[in-house]
């Protein structure tokens, strides 16, 4: 099973570093950023390609997999690692917030969601028990509980309504968790996920209740869904605040670099988030300097890297204008390379985050991309 330990923290809440360490000997360090490979690839790069970037550590989604190619056929291959081709550490989205985006192709009832598939129209119905299964049966190394998200604003009736679904499922999901684990040789951690609205005392309720029952880690939930950014970071807070050191925390959905270091500074541990490699296929990279459009005119002679101060691939290689003219033609090699950079800028700004809290400088390092990133817009976390 994956155990996390920590490095460097404070008795209060606020930047921490630690490591995730499985059976196999991998070792994750945190604050980490995990790429996200949704249908069991990060769109339009290799493995190789993402190893090169330092990961060890990607997010796949039990809902995608389980719609397309099965989980029967990741089981006959041998495994999620086997199949995929991945042998870091995987974790994987239970399909709560795919669920929450179908909007009117689902229905929520106390047994689980019903929900139609986006590929062929059919009918299928998660619930906690066959979704704790499902991770289970695919081998992956982090398994989330399954859980509703609500839309924002919410009133306090359907605040209150989905806060205790959740907290009722992920009781369920515990329970066949380990009842079901002793017929695996492998057991995944188990991370329990934080709901609770737009509400802080709610927020506090299902952070407390949810600690009630037990759990390797803890997500932060149903975020970035459209709320204004400082009520993220209050939300994000006022949950850390009540989390145990010991176990990793995890802030489900997040977000730009601004979100990524104001979330560290509330001493969150884990990340994902599509923005990098759906921004990139769209043109916007990421820089130190800030995030830029490469496919706009005013880049159409600049020979200079999309950041001179990046050894990724695509800046050791190529220019900008060179980018932003396989962009204009509609060649595939333009999205490859500006998500490639994408990727490798997110784990090195998580590489100089651990860095800086070894060195008591992360204030230093937070306040230049504050600098940098305050007019990053906010992304709602639909996968892509």
Not at 63 to 91: N, Q, S, V
Not at 189 to 200: E, P
Not at 227 to 249: F, G, K, M, N, Q
Request: glycine share 8%.
């Amino acid at each position: 099973m994956v155990e996390f330990s920590l490095i460097h923290y404070s008795p209060s809440s606020g930047p921490r570093s630690g490591i995730l360490r499985d059976e196999r000997g991998i070792v994750v360090e945190t604050p980490v950023f995990m790429p996200v490979g949704t249908q069991g690839c990060v769109k339009t790069l290799t493995w190789e390609e993402i190893k090169q970037c330092s990961s060890k550590l990607v997010l796949m989604n039990v809902f995608y997999l389980y719609l397309r190619p099965g989980i029967e056929i990741i089981k006959k291959a041998g495994g999620i690692h086997r199949f995929t081709g991945w042998d870091g550490l995987i974790l994987s989205d239970s399909g709560g917030y795919q669920v929450f985006s179908l909007a009117k192709r689902r229905k929520i009832k106390e047994e689980g969601a019903t929900f139609q598939s986006h590929i062929d129209g059919s009918y299928h119905t998660f619930t906690p028990e066959n979704v704790i299964k499902l991770q289970l049966e695919a081998g992956v190394d982090i398994a989330m509980c399954f859980d509703e998200c609500i839309q924002y604003p919410a009133t306090e009736k359907e605040t209150r309504r989905s806060m205790e679904l959740t907290l009722r499922w992920a009781e369920r999901c515990k329970s066949v968790w380990e009842k079901e684990s002793k017929e695996f040789r492998k057991l995944p951690a188990l991370f329990g996920i934080i709901q609770g609205g737009f509400s802080k005392e709610a927020r506090i309720e299902a952070t407390q209740r949810t600690l009630e029952l037990g759990f390797n880690g803890y997500a932060i939930g149903g975020l970035s869904v459209g709320e204004p950014r400082e009520l993220t970071y209050e939300l994000t807070r006022c949950v850390t605040d009540l989390l145990p050191a010991e176990h990793p925390r995890y802030l489900m959905g997040v977000g730009t670099p601004l979100d990524i270091v104001e979330a560290v500074n509330a001493g969150v541990d884990m990340f994902d988030c599509v923005i990098p490699t759906r921004h990139g296929r769209n043109g916007t990279v990421y820089t130190w300097a800030g995030k830029l459009v490469i496919r706009n005119s005013i880049y159409k002679d600049d020979f200079n890297p999309i950041d001179e101060n990046c050894d990724c691939f695509t800046c050791r290689n190529y220019t900008r204008a060179y980018i932003r003219h396989l962009f204009a033609s509609g060649e595939l090699l333009g999205p490859r390379l500006a998500t490639l950079h994408n990727i490798h800028f997110y784990l090195e700004l998580m590489k100089k985050i651990r860095d800086s809290i070894a060195m008591n400088k992360f204030d230093e390092l937070a306040q230049t991309i504050r600098e940098n990133y305050s007019d990053s817009l906010r992304e709602n976390r639909f996968d892509s």
